[in-house]
């Protein structure tokens, strides 16, 4: 069955799919964003159209045919008292007379008063403007120096235009900026909301992770999937999917202009796209493996991290301070390293390499228009105008590739996130079942953490409804592994035995149900950052304020911590560092017992509290035990003489079993530990193990 399961298991779906799905959840923003991006790239790249046409006809027309008319026309201009209208300017009702021109010969302007009959390089001497051709056809005409107000005269038809142009350009700007600014709000918000999406899902999903899969991942290795991986992801909705639809977006808007203002320009311009996909395929092969191997290390820094300040009495007790720092260092020296391979390569690959395509593009063009293989055709204006679009092309190209190290470090981060999530889990059931009854049967129970390593071997017994099972023995005997099973932290395989709780077997229950009727009292309680009454509680609203306090009373505790300054509201800092370890213990008791468990385990839940303590809890369980059935692990085997089953356990299997008088009067291991306690002398020899005796 098992293998039918996994041949039939669905193909995992690609990073890329997997993100494009989470974008999809927002898609309505998103698709407004790229519609308010495209007014944006639109109004903006009008501009340069605008431009062009204000130099070449605003600005460079003014050397266009002149022809004289009747003084007063509208448009008109005076000089040398008569009137002229510039060719293109002339109206159909319009009587021109002779031609003229105005040109210019360096920074100077000279009117002629007759028309040219070619056009190319221009000299003036004495008078006289030279013009000679690039075929070497040469000729001269009486040429008369403008003054600036005799020139401002001939541009001033031309300034209510400009000032619309300019005007309609500035406008454009403003209304880009506006588009820009509502794209990027949304954008931004989106790629806020999926990462905030994502770490939901990521910490939902850790839910319902079996405890099992936190054996081999260091907790801190899990933090750093969800905050810095995850971080690593935002970016990639931020700033890199920003970047690229933005330059996507802007590269087919700039080529469409640029085949409108001039196609050959185009052309020119056309080998950019190619060489930008084959730079992108080209670092995201190398960048790939090194990313890979950066974020690994970083979760691996953080998971010694975590590791070194959960120990630090330990580390500090037993002075490893150096030790420790040493191990850091090596890591981190790794990181080091494999951060500076990465940022080799985008020093190779930056923008600087970009600056280089776009010297090099515009040196082509300028050699090419002084040649003369433009200027023939290609105005200034239109020259301007393929300036300005190649500088704007560049930018969203400079953002793409300084955004490419973002990319593939997001990439391998939301892989890392989708292989924890694709960890198979255990949704959490609804619903309720009726009060159990705690009836626990073990048939034959054979379990082993890894494969053919058993740490339980045919464990057979039953524990009826009220009874008392204690469990003793060694250090790795098998102790804590039943009850990891009977919690089902932990499954046994098919055909290895068998768990039922009232008769029914544990695996045909899901695990959130099983355990409503389970409370459990670890060696080591662990404590949430709040108030004492919370963590009684843990804010389950079916357990009310009195119930919280019964439970208080009931071990024992309520006197004890109503003398705090905050009563059973004093707050709780993480794990309980401001408590006493038999505190802690007394308020994981109330926990257990506020639940009302059917089945209570105690996982030697008393051998961190003083013997004064422990006596109140002893006078409280003898209360609490009536109607439940109780597991309990103790190595203090005094704490057990009541139970009404003890199973001595060797090995993972069950070797002696009974109440306190029959195993005494048997005179097997139990007898043996149980003197080694008391401090007298054994019959036999003890077994060396049980000096040791504790979990």
């Known amino acids: 069955m098992q293998n039918q399961a996994v041949s039939t298991k669905p193909k995992p779906v690609g990073t890329g799919k997997r993100l494009f799905r989470y974008a999809m959840l927002y898609k309505r923003k998103i698709i407004l964003a790229l519609v308010l991006l495209a007014f944006a790239v639109c109004a903006e790249l009008i501009g340069p159209l605008v431009a062009q046409r ?50 210019q010969v ?36 009486p040429a008369v120096k403008l003054t600036k107000s005799e020139l401002y005269s001939f541009y001033k038809p031309e300034l209510p235009r400009l000032l619309k142009m300019a005007g309609a350009y500035f406008g454009l700007l ?38 099992h899969y936190f054996d081999n991942l260091p907790a801190g290795k899990v933090v750093s999937r969800i905050t810095n991986d995850t971080e690593a992801v935002r970016e990639l909705f931020v700033a890199v999917l920003a970047n690229f639809f933005s330059g996507v977006i802007y590269m087919s808007a700039i080529f469409v202009a640029l085949f409108l203002l001039d196609p050959m320009l ?5 080998p950019l796209v190619p060489i930008l996909i084959v730079w992108i395929i080209v670092y995201r092969r190398y960048a790939g493996r090194i990313n890979e191997s950066i974020r690994s290390k970083l979760s691996d820094i953080n998971g010694m991290i975590n590791e070194s300040i959960q120990g630090m009495p330990i580390i500090q007790a037993f002075r490893r301070q150096k030790k420790t720092m040493a191990e850091f260092d090596e890591m981190n020296k790794d990181y080091f390293n494999s951060a500076n391979k990465l940022l080799s390569l985008n020093s190779l690959t930056s923008h600087n390499l970009v600056n280089v395509l776009r010297n090099l593009l515009f040196a082509i063009m300028l050699w090419m228009f002084w040649g003369g293989s433009l200027s023939a055709y290609v105005t200034v204006g239109v020259l301007f105008a393929f300036v300005d679009y190649m500088n704007r092309m560049f930018q969203p190209i400079v953002g793409i590739v300084n955004q490419l190290s973002n990319l593939e470090t997001a990439r391998v981060s939301a892989g890392r996130v989708f292989e924890l999530l694709d960890q198979e889990g255990t949704d959490v059931a609804s619903g309720s079942l009726p009060r159990s009854k705690g009836e626990v049967a073990f048939d034959n129970v054979t379990f082993a953490y890894k494969d053919d390593e058993y740490v339980l071997r045919n464990i057979t017994f039953e524990a009826r409804q009220g009874e008392t099972v204690a469990l003793v023995g060694h250090t790795g005997s098998g102790k804590s592994s039943i009850l990891n099973l009977l919690f089902r ?55 009310g304020r009195d119930r919280i306090e019964q439970a208080l009373r009931d071990v024992g505790a309520y006197d004890m911590f109503m003398q705090l300054p905050g009563g059973i509201d004093e707050p709780v800092v993480e794990k309980g560092a401001t408590l006493s370890a038999g505190q802690r213990q007394l308020i994981s008791f109330a926990r257990a017992l506020a639940y009302d468990p059917a089945i209570l385990i105690l996982d030697e839940a008393t051998a961190s509290i003083d013997t004064e303590t422990e006596a109140i809890i002893q006078a409280a369980l003898d209360v609490l035990k009536k109607g439940r059935t109780t597991f309990v692990i103790a190595h203090r085997l005094s704490t057990i003489r009541g139970a009404d089953q003890i199973l001595v356990l060797d090995r993972g299997r069950i070797v002696e079993r009974g109440n306190h008088d029959e195993l005494m009067a048997h005179g097997g291991k139990y007898y043996d530990m149980y003197q080694l306690q008391l401090g007298g002398g054994a019959s036999a020899p003890a077994d060396a193990s049980a000096a040791a005796f504790t979990r």
């Open 266 to 270: 185009a052309l020119i311009a056309l």
């Open 54 to 103: 204000m130099i070449d006809q605003n600005i460079l027309s003014i050397e266009k045919p002149w022809y004289e008319v009747k003084a007063g026309t509208s448009g008109s201009v005076s000089y040398a008292g008569k009137s002229y209208k510039r060719e293109d300017r002339l109206a159909a009702d319009d009587v021109k007379g002779k031609a003229a021109r105005v040109l």
């Open 489 to 543: 932290f932990y499954d046994i395989e098919q055909g290895k035995g068998s768990i039922k709780v009232d008769g029914t077997d544990v695996r045909d229950v899901p695990k959130q149900l099983l355990r409503q009727h389970m409370g459990i009292v670890l060696q080591d309680p662990f404590l949430f950052t709040g108030t004492i009454a919370s963590n009684v509680s843990l804010d389950n609203p079916l357990i």
């Open 174 to 211: 403003v209304v880009a900026a506006g588009f820009t600014y509502g794209q990027r709000l949304l954008l931004l918000t989106t790629a806020n909301r999926i990462v905030q999406r994502m770490r939901e899902d990521v910490f939902a999903h850790i839910q319902r992770l079996p405890v």
């Open 106 to 141: 360096g920074r100077d302007y000279y009117f002629v008063a007759e028309n040219t009959a070619i056009d190319g390089a221009r000299t003036v001497t004495d008078g006289t403007m030279t013009i000679v051709s690039k075929s070497g056809e040469k000729a001269a005409y």
